[in-house]
């Protein structure tokens, strides 16, 4: 069974996050990181080359696989601001309904830009991820 790859490591988020070339999205991407870290009381580490994360708890997949992943956490991708630990979004469909213009995918939340969503809501939806402790996000 082959290891995760995305692993936390030294690399510095706030440097990271200065080389991103689009201004909205490098602001966008500090008030990401502003919220993250006030409503978990966790400070940023780097995942991988490109995803910031917050807290970490211990998963085991279905594959038998097992290890510690972040408990909620986001990357300035290309297309999109993803935002990692939000597994079990279903169960919060009266919140994405008033989230405004977005769209998901296994345990993700993905915003063009965060003037199309209501930040209170995507507070009470981060909110809700540090509440469960991660128990709905996972890398498998």
Known sequence: MAD????????????????????????DS??????????????PKMWGSSIVGFGTYHYKGKSG????????????????LTIYGLGGLEERDDLLKTL????TGKGCL???RLSDVDLPT?????E????????????E
């Open 4 to 27: 995760i790859k995305t692993t936390v490591n030294d690399q510095d988020v706030e440097q990271f996050l200065n080389t991103i070339e689009d201004d909205q999205k490098r602001k």
């Open 30 to 43: 500090f008030t990401i990181l502003a919220l993250m870290q006030q409503v978990s009381g966790s400070d």
């Open 65 to 80: 696989r097992e290890g510690d992943w972040m408990i909620l956490g986001f990357s300035p991708r290309k297309a999109n």
């Open 100 to 103: 405004g213009k977005h769209t």
């Open 110 to 112: 993905y915003i063009k």
């Open 122 to 126: 995507l507070k009470t939806l981060i």
């Open 128 to 139: 809700e991820v540090v509440k469960h402790g991660g128990q709905n996000a996972s890398p």
